[in-house]
């Protein structure tokens, strides 16, 4: 067994470790920066080329190399060497999980402004209810 073999091997068991949190740690990091954005943006239109991604980007080679390096390590993006030419792709189904994870949170905030405004419907009709903030500062006699 080679050396690059085993490198292949070992980056393929590290980079899909089963934990929730740390992959989404790691989706949520590579979605941070706006240059990795703009390579995901332009990879969700197909397959693209290291120098391909980093033409729009004011970044040298070796910049967009370890941005490619993050993304892959998120598990956002999946790349393949063909003699001397690097091509990326993209996973769409981490980008789901981030999502999901969001689209849970939004659910959460949604039902519990919807028991707010529940609420806040419920006690204006109360007498007294619909007092709207704190009581007024009395004026010195």
């Not at 979605?31 to 980093?54: I, N, T």
Request: hydrophobic share 40%.
């Amino acid at each position: 067994m080679t050396i690059v073999w085993r490198y292949t091997i070992l980056k393929h068991v590290l980079n899909n470790v089963v934990d929730p949190e740390l992959d989404l740690d790691r989706v949520f990091r590579a979605l941070a920066d706006p240059g990795r954005r703009r390579m995901l943006e332009r990879l969700s239109q197909g397959p693209a080329s290291v120098s391909e991604l980093g033409k729009p980007l004011s970044m040298s080679l070796a910049a967009v190399l370890q941005h490619v390096q993050i993304l892959e390590t998120s598990g956002l993006v999946q790349s393949r060497k063909l003699g001397r030419t690097r091509t990326c792709s993209l996973n769409a189904g981490s980008l789901r999980s981030a999502e999901r994870w969001i689209s849970e949170r939004r659910t959460l905030v949604e039902r519990r402004l919807d028991r707010l405004g529940e609420y806040l419907a419920d006690t204006a009709d109360q007498p007294g209810g619909g007092h709207t903030g704190p009581a007024a500062p009395h004026a010195p006699a």
